[in-house]
């Protein structure tokens, strides 16, 4: 900073100055030979050039400045000259003074962002404010949601109030401030929750659980009072918080005594939940895949007190979305949308909106102008598997191996009489997987029996078993079938209580994901003995439905031997293909009665019969089964003739018909 007196001119021109004596500088400006000077009043230097044009420095000694100053003003030589009193900014002396200040918060936050997982985070927290909180008044309505007709139904009431808090206000209406949607990934929770905002035409706040916690220490709370602020001031409205188990886990159970700022998070969140009441017009959804793991406080009454399950959807729902997402779509005359949703059970609504666009995808880069079947059922193997594999070279032995593997598993399907019709089976190496049979299920099945599941084992096993019989040498193919059989015979022991020898009891195995702290007391509920027990009769399940695999393949090998010539051939089999191909197979006959009921013997009475069995039945029929005489009962015997053993038991609801069937084998 220069202090100006007088005017400024070039000072010196950039000559460099040659050192003089002070007693020189002096008489230089008494003598009138100086032509302009430079005074730099803190290094008590001056500067001078002479009328010779000589540059010249010199140092003076402290409380010399003025008297120079005067000594040069009084000069008749003198042009100009300028003082220079180098002066430290505010800015900089504050920098200064505050510097060990300013490293150390530094170094804070350098140690608070590595605890955090590392990443610039702390640098940019400003720039994701901005993305945080998003804020929109949706355009999707309820019918942009297909197969979810429970959770629109109870969804409706919410709407109602949201387009007019004022009737209900007056009315004294309890309306719930919170509502938790829960259910897998991608089946339309966001979906759903922006179509009841699209339905009441009120705003959509939007925040992410995972994004609260990813943010820097206390930003999460605030956050929190400001997405009530805004949304209370544009009431009525709908809060969103997605992926709401990142911040609402059980408190106090995070790893070392659980996470600060999740729980302060948390916590902000529950007092402006019960801050804020009917009359704000604002409404919370939130949504998880776990709401196991939510912490208890949430659920209470007056909180996320409505819970709405968001399922798979069933066959009618498939076909629903399925055509939600058609629309608008050049879709060809072939494509039956009802065989598209029979074969993609288990898959979710973002499965089947990709299912179509893939379809979309495959067509563009054919340079087709229409959607056809075949194309979509290629989208259906991709979303399944991924993208189809085909520069991976396989050596001919190994193709043959697979083909041994898949043809084990379909033959041995095929011939038990509870396992899901083949539906097509490949040796094209798609994903993880090397090839798959695919299984399909006649229906959507939420009860699965214990002969299914034996039928199931049998099957899992059939490709390791071909390899076995065939090569006389197992491979690592079959490390996916032989730990997905294991789980389930697991399952069948210790969940479902499946083995005669434990009976119908529980027993923890840590086969269930494990969470939080509840995994360690998960590990041990039974004693050495019973443990010991558990795993014998997994291991007596497992050899069973080995050896039947084993005895169905030595039967029918010249059957596999011609189905794997034609795999060989022609890499894919359709249902139809292999059907023909498993023409000699005769189906096994029902199993064994169980023998689980250890002293208790079943009831010789059949089920009662359903109206519509009922009205399958001639009028005789049904005069005879009621008649009671023992000659009636023979025959109801006979027409239920696996009475004892077809047990339903214990359900794996939604999820069995992709367990069971159409995932696909994979032999990675
Ligand atoms: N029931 C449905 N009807 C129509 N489309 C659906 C349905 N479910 C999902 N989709 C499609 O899948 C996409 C993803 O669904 P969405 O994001 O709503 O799932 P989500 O349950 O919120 O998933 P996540 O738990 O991963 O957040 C939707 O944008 C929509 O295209
Ligand atoms: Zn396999």
């Known amino acids: 900073m220069f202090l100006v007196v007088y005017q400024v001119t070039d000072l010196g021109g950039g000559a460099d100055p040659v050192k003089a004596d002070t007693s020189r500088v002096f008489s230089l400006i008494e003598q009138d030979q100086v032509r302009d000077a430079q005074i730099v009043d803190k290094e008590q230097r001056i500067e001078l050039t002479t009328v010779d044009g000589d540059v010249y420095e010199a140092y003076w000694v402290n409380g010399q400045g003025a008297e120079l100053a005067e000594q040069l003003q009084a000069s008749e030589s003198v042009e100009a000259y300028d003082v220079e009193v180098p002066q430290d900014s505010v800015f900089v002396s504050l920098l200064f003074s505050f ?9 804070f936050l350098f140690i608070m962002n590595q605890m955090q997982g590392g ?21 999707s309505t309820f019918s942009d949601v297909a197969g979810a007709d429970e959770a629109i139904e109870e969804l ?23 509502v938790l949607l829960y259910g897998p990934p991608g089946t339309g929770k966001t979906l759903l929750a922006r179509a009841v905002a699209g339905e009441a035409g009120v705003p959509f706040y939007s925040i992410s659980g995972s994004d609260f916690v990813e943010m820097f220490v206390g ?14 001031t544009n009431a009525p409205a709908i809060i969103f918080v997605d992926e709401i188990d990142a911040v609402g886990r059980h408190r106090g159970a995070g790893m070392g005594g659980g996470h600060d700022e999740r729980e302060q998070t948390l916590n902000q969140m529950l007092v402006e939940m019960d801050g804020f009441d009917v009359k704000s017009g604002v409404i919370l959804i939130a949504a998880t895949n776990r709401p196991d793991i939510l912490d208890p406080a949430l659920l209470r009454p007056g909180r996320f007190d409505r ?26 005359p072939d494509v039956d949308l009802d065989v598209i949703a029979r074969r993609t059970a288990g898959f979710t609504g973002a499965d089947l909106s990709n299912v179509l666009n893939e379809g979309a995808l495959l067509s563009a880069r054919g340079g087709r102008n229409q959607i056809d079947m075949e194309t979509l059922e290629e989208a259906i ?5 991924g993208p189809e594999r085909k520069t991976r070279v396989m050596s001919d032995a190994e193709k043959k191996v697979i083909a041994y593997h898949e043809g084990g598993h379909a033959l041995v399907g095929h011939a038990l009489p509870n396992a899901d019709p083949v539906h097509k089976i490949t040796i094209l190496p798609r994903g993880r997987a090397l090839g798959y049979t695919m299984s399909v299920p006649m229906e959507d099945k939420f009860l699965t029996s214990r002969s299914e599941m034996m039928d199931q084992l049998a099957m899992m096993l059939g490709g390791r078993t071909a390899e076995e019989l065939v090569f006389h040498e197992p491979t690592t193919g079959a490390a996916n079938d032989i730990d997905k059989a294991t789980s389930l015979a697991r ?29 360690m007391s998960h590990s041990r509920e039974y004693s050495e003995e019973i443990a010991s027990l558990i795993d014998e009769e997994v291991r007596r399940l497992i050899e069973s439905a080995h050896d039947e695999a084993w005895e169905i393949l030595v039967e029918y090998r010249e059957v596999l031997d011609d189905l794997v010539l034609n795999l060989l051939d022609k890499e894919t089999l359709s249902k139809e293909e292999v059907l023909e191909i498993f023409e000699p197979i005769r189906k096994r006959p029902s199993r064994g009665s169980y023998k689980g009921y250890g002293k208790r013997l079943p009831s010789d009475k059949p089920p009662v019969l359903t109206p519509k069995e009922l009205a399958l039945m001639g009028p005789k029929d049904v005069q005879e089964l009621g008649s009671g005489n023992g000659q009636s009962s023979r025959h109801a015997q006979q027409a239920w003739p696996e009475a004892d053993e077809s047990e339903a038991t214990g359900g794996r609801n939604g999820d069995s018909g992709r367990e069971g069937g159409s995932e696909p084998e994979d032999r990675d």
């Open 119 to 139: 990443g610039s985070r702390v640098m940019n927290f400003g720039k994701s404010k901005a993305k945080l909180i998003t804020k929109d008044t949706p355009k």
């Open 99 to 107: 510097l060990p200040l300013i490293i150390i918060i530094a170094i």
């Open 219 to 232: 930003v999460g709370a605030s956050r929190v009072r400001d997405l009530f602020e805004q949304a209370k």
């Open 381 to 385: 193997d991709r979303v399944m598997a």
């Open 307 to 332: 819970q709405i399950v968001v399922d798979r959807p069933d066959m009618e729902g498939r076909k629903g979305i399925l055509s939600v997402h058609a629309k608008g779509k050049p879709i060809a």
């Open 156 to 178: 409706q009431e919410i709407k109602e109030f949201l387009q007019n808090p004022a009737k209900f206000q007056s009315m004294g209406a309890k309306i719930p401030k919170g």
């Open 491 to 519: 399952n069948m022991v210790t969940e479902y209580g499946m083995s005669e020898r434990l009976g119908a009891r529980k027993f923890g195995n840590g086969n269930t994901e494990p969470f939080l702290g509840r995994e």
